[in-house]
């Protein structure tokens, strides 16, 4: 059946004390919102982000990266039932199905939304709830079952009773619904609650009040809805997402020396038998071939393609570049918009300067094949060094330099004999 989704992401988020709104905070460089889009881009044909506090920041955002989204503005911000609510008018004739979803929510596998969406269909759902079991439940919804079990209703923290409040089973804020059966309970919500606001999580109630087939998903790896509030959450998501990551590439064949200081991102891909060696810092997409030596202290900062049996070692800084294999960059270096042949050996030191501050234009540098950059060069982008090309060390090349050639800049060594001697 179709699905579509609906993200909300029209809260204000005021725990980040910050003026980018919460779900444009990122995690190796990438967006939540980002993560969530791209979690439900397999799955959905289309998907409405819900905006309100900041919406023309996450509405351009929204635009510019995601052609199969479409941002709906909720203002004032009555709740998350009266969020999912805005999305009635575009869905009025609509037979398939909903998948709501949180912006704040960025550890949720594309593959366990699958599963949540599979069970829904198997148990013939009309609406389905993810649920997961917290040792500590404070500030989530509470699931009440009945004494078969079955699904009751949630209850809000602020609206809890003691014993309410000693459930452990918690609303995880993502649902599937089909959406004909569902959408009338849009109009009918109230909010006649602690917060005085119209509940999402009231559906479930309603759907039971209306006899219709309402169960809940238990998500074993509650780390998955792991929200984003504060700083300290932003901070341990990035960890959990950082550990999940490192656990796949080393199942993977990929060596990390030091788990405890090395970071991934999860768009990186790397091949069996790289080496990773400690405090290297990799985030947005990039892909990096087999038998491969990175850092340590390398930093890979995004759309960099590093093919087999390369070296980039410490202090290197590679950015929107490609290189090609058996290339190596050992020592302090900066690469960033260049694309680099098989072969080359970059000295200690190289530059590419690709940046010009005052036009703030920023340029490519190239180096085909057997490229040989002695130590302490800049080169000026843009440049392209042709193949086999050598730079003697300590150059400025600010020109295209053609094959097999040797290119230098350098003011003539003086020798002055017993200089040191008569100066005294
Ligand atoms: C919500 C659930 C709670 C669940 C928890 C899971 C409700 C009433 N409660 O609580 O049961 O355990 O998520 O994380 O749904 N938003 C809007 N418009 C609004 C209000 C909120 O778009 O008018 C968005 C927020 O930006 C956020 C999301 O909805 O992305 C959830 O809102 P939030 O206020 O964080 O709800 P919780 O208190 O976390
Ligand atoms: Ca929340």
Known sequence: MEIKSVILAAGKGTRMKSDTPKVLHKIFEKTLLGYVLDNVKNITTEDFVIVGHHAEEVTEFVNKNYNNAKTVLQSPQLGTGHA????????????????ILC??????????????????????????????????????????????????????????????????EVNAGIYIL?????????????????????????????????????NAFILENSDEIYGINSRKNLAEATKIMNIRKLSELMDNGVTI?????????????????????PATYIEGKNKIGKNCKIGPCAHLRGNVEIADNCKIGNFVEVKNSKINHSTNAGHLSYIGDSELGANINIGAGTITANYNPITKVKSKTIMKDHVKIGSNTVIVAPATLEEGVNVGAGSVITKDIPSWALALTRAPLKILTDWVKKAN
């Not at 009440?144 to 009773?161: G, H, P, S």
């Not at 020396?257 to 060696?277: F, L, M, N, Q, R």
């Open 84 to 99: 999912v609510s805005m999305v009635c008018p575009y869905l009025e004739n609509y037979k398939g199905q909903v998948l």
């Open 103 to 168: 912006g704040d929510t960025p550890l949720i596998k594309e593959e366990t939304l699958k599963a949540f969406i599979e069970y829904h269909n198997s148990k013939n759902s009309d609406l389905t709830v993810m649920s997961t079991i917290f040792e500590n439940p404070t500030n989530y919804g509470r699931i009440i079952r009945d004494t078969d079990n079955t699904l009751k209703y949630i209850v809000e923290e602020k609206d809890a009773t003691q014993a309410q409040k000693a459930v452990k």
């Open 178 to 214: 089909n959406w004909d059966k569902i959408k009338p309970a849009f109009s009918q919500l109230t909010s006649n609650n602690a917060q005085g606001e119209y509940y999402l999580t009231d559906i479930i109630a309603w759907g039971k009040k209306n006899n219709l087939n309402v």
């Open 257 to 277: 020396v030091d788990p405890d200081s090395t970071w991934i991102s999860e768009d990186t891909e790397v091949g069996a038998d790289t080496i990773i060696y």
